[in-house]
Structure formats: structure tokens, C-alpha cells
């Protein structure tokens, strides 16, 4: 029986201008259409359209306060997320995607990890929080395991701006989940 070649070890870096089109195209490979089913991270049941463009990542990428992670195998993008300092010692991880293919090799966990540790020493975070669609019970148990909690609290999922996708069924939120950073 052939093993499998091991892949290259994983490098995590902050983000640079040249890396907006595959980070958008990651992402898109991660959450939606048929491609991102491969994957357990897929949003193709509950939402249609994009799930984040090249202005929306150069802008993050430009913000005071904001930083895109990514994870690489080589020279390829395997994996990103998006860290945004919300002010009084909150941070927001967002945008956490993993390529399909790759999903289940620990880089949405070393991500995670990364992000905390950013966030904590470059934003100066306490707390670091996310929103996940209400429904992801797979997603937020794997947040959970994690060291976050839901906070009770709910977001809106912004119906009717396109830039986060077409909706597929009426009752979408966000539900907050939060830990603490050492």
C-alpha cells in the first residue's frame, strides 16, 4: 500500500496586497457553491452569491486594526482568517477558511490558535470573539472544543447587502460566541 506524500510544513504570516485573489478565491472555495460541499465548513445550503470580493479583503487589509492570516503548504494558500480589533480589549476572528481538500489536517485549528495569539499580542485582545450562522451546530461544537462559549447574544445576518451572498431561506443570524486570550 502507497502512503500518501507528506505534505510541505504549514506557514502562517500575515497577508499581503499580492495575496488578495487567492485569498477571495479560498474563501469562496471554502463556503460556497458546489465546490465548497468537498469540505464540512460549506454555507451552499443556506446561502448563494459571494461570500467576500477583492475590495472587501484589500479593505481589511488597509484597515487600522485589521489583519488577514493566511496558512501555507508551499507556495499554496491553504487556509485564512481575518482578526479585527473591536475596542475595549475585543477582538473579532472572521472569515476562517480552510481549502476544502485540506480540511481535517489541523490548519483551521492552527489558524485558530494563530489568531488568539495575534490578536492578543498585536491587538492587544482579552477576548476574542466570532459569529457563526445559528444553524452550524457541527461548527460551533468544533468552536466550543476550542475554549468558546456563546454569549446568548444575536446579530442579523445583513439581508439585502450582496456582498454577503444571496440567502436561501428567511430565518438567518449570527450567534456570538466568545473566549478569553491569556
Same mark, same amino acid.
Given at each position: 500500500?502507497?502512503?500518501?506524500?507528506?505534505? #510541505? #510544513?504549514?506557514?502562517? @504570516?500575515?497577508?499581503? $496586497?499580492?495575496?488578495?485573489?487567492?485569498?477571495?478565491?479560498?474563501? $469562496? %472555495?471554502?463556503?460556497?457553491?458546489?465546490? %465548497?460541499?468537498? @469540505? =464540512?465548513?460549506? $454555507?451552499?445550503?443556506?446561502?448563494? +452569491?459571494?461570500?467576500?470580493?477583492?475590495?472587501?479583503?484589500? /479593505?481589511?487589509?488597509?484597515?487600522? @486594526? %485589521?489583519?488577514?492570516?493566511?496558512?501555507?503548504?508551499?507556495? &499554496?494558500?491553504?487556509?485564512?482568517?481575518?482578526?479585527?480589533?473591536?475596542?475595549?480589549?475585543? /477582538?473579532? !476572528?472572521?472569515?476562517?477558511?480552510?481549502?476544502?481538500?485540506?480540511?481535517?489536517?489541523?490548519? @483551521?485549528?492552527?489558524?485558530?490558535?494563530? +489568531?488568539?495569539?495575534?490578536?492578543?499580542?498585536?491587538?492587544?485582545?482579552?477576548?476574542?470573539?466570532?459569529?457563526?450562522? =445559528?444553524?452550524?451546530?457541527?461548527?460551533?461544537? =468544533?468552536?466550543?472544543?476550542?475554549?468558546?462559549?456563546?454569549?446568548?447574544?444575536?446579530?442579523?445576518?445583513?439581508?439585502?447587502?450582496?456582498?454577503?451572498? !444571496? #440567502? &436561501?431561506?428567511?430565518?438567518?443570524?449570527? %450567534?456570538?460566541?466568545?473566549?478569553?486570550?491569556?
Amino acid at each position: 500500500m502507497e502512503r500518501a506524500p507528506t505534505p #510541505p #510544513p504549514l506557514r502562517l @504570516g500575515l497577508a499581503e $496586497e499580492a495575496d488578495v485573489p487567492a485569498v477571495v478565491a479560498l474563501v $469562496e %472555495s471554502a463556503y460556497r457553491g458546489d465546490g %465548497s460541499r468537498r @469540505g =464540512w465548513t460549506t $454555507e451552499a445550503d443556506y446561502l448563494d +452569491g459571494q461570500r467576500v470580493d477583492e475590495p472587501m479583503v484589500r /479593505a481589511m487589509l488597509r484597515q487600522r @486594526g %485589521s489583519l488577514v492570516l493566511v496558512a501555507r503548504q508551499g507556495e &499554496r494558500l491553504v487556509g485564512c482568517c481575518h482578526l479585527e480589533d473591536l475596542g475595549g480589549g475585543v /477582538a473579532e !476572528l472572521g472569515m476562517l477558511a480552510v481549502d476544502p481538500l485540506t480540511q481535517g489536517q489541523g490548519v @483551521g485549528r492552527a489558524l485558530l490558535a494563530e +489568531g488568539a495569539r495575534v490578536a492578543a499580542e498585536r491587538l492587544g485582545a482579552r477576548r476574542l470573539r466570532l459569529l457563526v450562522l =445559528w444553524m452550524r451546530d457541527e461548527l460551533i461544537a =468544533w468552536y466550543e472544543r476550542r475554549g468558546f462559549e456563546p454569549t446568548g447574544e444575536r446579530r442579523p445576518f445583513p439581508y439585502g447587502d450582496l456582498r454577503y451572498g !444571496l #440567502p &436561501r431561506r428567511p430565518d438567518l443570524w449570527f %450567534s456570538v460566541l466568545e473566549r478569553p486570550l491569556p
